[in-house]
């Protein structure tokens, strides 16, 4: 049996995971959802990038996990990335599931296209705090778009907004592009936050780690509200030995 801890992706917190945890423990397995630094709701949100890989580095610690399978959704990638040169010795595979894969030196800004560029910038200025709030439109037809309205709004509901300084932080990878942990990326293929094509997560991302394992679902980029059964049995077969 496997050690989960699962990094949720921008305007999520760790309760995102809860019935993908209930999957993986039924089927054995152990699973944490550790919330991000300046993420959830009614917290602090003036965090850069290094703060938020630096609370989950303390997490996966302060509860001596190990042997652990390390997943990050989305945003979360670019944190496991960071988490894996501080604590690879604790990891036994990275999965990255409709997750950004960063090149050296690049922010996660740099990997969207130029019209959300500009949308997170417009909405970060309005904001009076730095934060991105995704617009309710933006959820229902791009983000959640295999789920019904009452679920895509039932789960908008635990959404809060982004801090936007994370996305602005351009990272040193060099250390990570030469780890020898195993990957996987999980592609969830109706997902279209990304635009299908020359923006898109596969193969643009996952191309990104060199070798890796391969695993695709059908589904959103939101899957693990709308199909936490089969995202829970994707991460099984992504994490196995």
Known sequence: MSTFVLVHGSWHDGSAWQAVIDQ???KGHHAFAPTIAGHGKGVNK???HAQCTQSI???IVSKDLNDIVLVGHSFGGTIIAK????ISNRIRRLIFFNAFVLNDGESLNDNTPPHSQALSDQLARQSGDHTVMLPFEIWREVFINDADLELARSSYAQLSPQAYQPWLDKLDLKQFCSLPIPKSYLYCTEDNVLPQGDWGWHPRMSSRLGLFR???MSGSHEVMFSNPV???E???AAGRD
Do not use: H, R, S, T
């Open 230 to 232: 089969g995202l829970a």
């Open 57 to 59: 580095v303390d997490y």
């Open 46 to 48: 003036n965090v850069n």
């Open 24 to 26: 993986l423990e039924a």
């Open 234 to 236: 994707k991460m099984i």
């Open 214 to 216: 391969f695993v695709q």
């Open 83 to 86: 988490v894996a040169e501080a």
